[in-house]
């Protein structure tokens, strides 16, 4: 009997799953890959790209020849809803569709909601693609000798790099511009070593961008911050942190108290067995787990290994994490930061190997290996 299985999201942590299909096909299986958009960003080289060092063909893998290497049917679409009990998915086509396998990895969504009310102003970091359409847009627009405002909202990896990313490239192509990180203190890369911290606050500075530790609340024209200050900006990327989709909460599938899919450690719903989850989406119920590529990516062959398991009524794995992880953050000037536990270095040749590693990533799923893929429509360098 041939069953359908459904990988929603065509993000980080599904690539390995699409790799492993289309390494050793999946007997006696309907396959399909339902996701927003073709073209996939791999985010880590996203502040490279703000930062000019990328264009947008570097970071971007295309979904369809990998798709069809791992014999999976393409599906362009949302998903909007979830009925766990009776294994169908809603999809933003309208379409209700059976599974009997479903693997979430849907990522999560910029947190917007303190700033929605800059309205045009406000750039959220996700989904990528419609972020690097609008930055390049904005910057589009802009005229030679202007000086730009720009906040960062979060103070995450990904709020530093884009501001050290975002001051290079701004300062590069109009000389001056007023760049400020906006981020509750106790938000400020928070999971990394002091040093780490002390590093990235001494780079900030140097590039002349102010750091203000407090709320920010999206007003007409700007933010207005806790302490009472109103910070102008012609554009506000919002990096504020992941928030669940809204359909989750809906679904009836076990979810944690902020709506993340709850899993243990082999990735299998807590509440149904048909479904299982990783990535951004997922709560980990038997240990604190970040949110971050890293771990979307390593957990990915385990979700492999796992759905043909579940398939075949065989053991299922666990994904456990190394005891620590390494991130590294680019600074914008082809540097970057290493932060392993409390090692902490920093340097040029830190930027070369963060490059290698991505480079070598995005190489990896490019199908056949090693092919250039499609060029996404619209794609702009800078
Ligand atoms: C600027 C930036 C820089 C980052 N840098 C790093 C880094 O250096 N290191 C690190 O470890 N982490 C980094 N992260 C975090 C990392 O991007 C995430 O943790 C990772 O992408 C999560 O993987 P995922 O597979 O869960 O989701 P994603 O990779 O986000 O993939 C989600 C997929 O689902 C699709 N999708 C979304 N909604 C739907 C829907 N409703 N229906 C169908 N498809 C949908 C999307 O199009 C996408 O294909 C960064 C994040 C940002 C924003």
């Known amino acids: 009997m041939t069953r359908r299985v459904i990988l929603a999201g065509g993000g ?8 492993d299909w289309a390494a050793r096909p999946l007997a006696d299986t309907e396959r399909w890959l339902v996701t927003s958009s073709r073209h996939t960003a791999y985010s880590g080289m996203l502040p490279g790209w703000l930062a000019g060092h990328y264009q947008a063909s570097d970071l971007l ?25 009776r294994q169908m998915l809603n999809l933003s086509s309208g379409e209700e569709v059976r599974f009997d396998l479903l693997s979430l990895a849907t990522g999560g969504e910029t947190d917007i909601a303190r700033l929605a009310a800059l309205g045009d102003r406000l750039l959220p970091v996700r989904p990528v693609g419609t972020f690097m359409e609008r930055w390049s847009n904005f910057l589009g627009r802009q005229t030679p000798g202007s000086t730009i405002g720009i906040a960062i909202a979060g103070g995450g990896a990904a709020g530093v790099e884009l501001a050290l990313g975002a001051e290079a ?10 760049i400020s990180l906006v981020t509750p203190e106790a938000g400020f890369l928070s999971g990394h070593a002091r040093q780490v911290r002390k590093l990235a606050l001494a780079e900030l500075a140097r590039r002349n961008i102010a750091v203000h530790f407090a709320h920010a609340e999206g007003v007409d024209g700007g933010l207005r911050l806790s302490n009472g200050n109103f910070l102008p900006a012609d554009c506000v990327i919002a990096a504020t942190g992941s928030r669940p989709p809204r359909w989750l909460a809906r679904s009836g599938l076990a979810c944690n108290a902020a709506g993340f899919v709850s899993v243990g450690a082999d990735l299998q719903s807590i509440s149904h067995g048909a479904i299982f989850a990783a990535g951004d989406i997922i709560d980990r119920v038997d240990r604190r787990l970040e949110r971050s590529g890293v771990h979307a990516v ?22 456990q994490p190394r005891r620590r992880t390494l991130y590294l953050l680019a600074t914008g000037e082809r540097r970057a930061i290493v932060s392993w536990g409390g090692l902490v270095a920093a340097g040029h040749w830190a930027w070369v190997i963060k490059d290698w590693i991505d480079r070598g990533f995005v190489k990896r799923y490019r199908w056949p290996q090693g092919h250039g893929g499609s060029r996404p429509k619209g ?4």
């Open 169 to 178: 490239v701004v300062r590069r192509l109009f000389g001056t511009a007023s």
């Open 379 to 382: 794609e702009q360098g800078q």
């Open 298 to 319: 390593k957990a990915g062959p385990v979700l492999a290994a796992n759905l043909r398991a579940a398939l075949n009524g065989a053991v299922l794995r666990q994904y």
């Open 61 to 85: 893998i295309d979904l369809a020849p990998l798709a069809e290497q791992a014999g999976a049917k393409l599906v362009i679409a949302d998903v909007a809803g979830l009925d766990p009990a």
């Open 12 to 19: 980080h942590a599904h690539l390995a799953v699409l790799a």
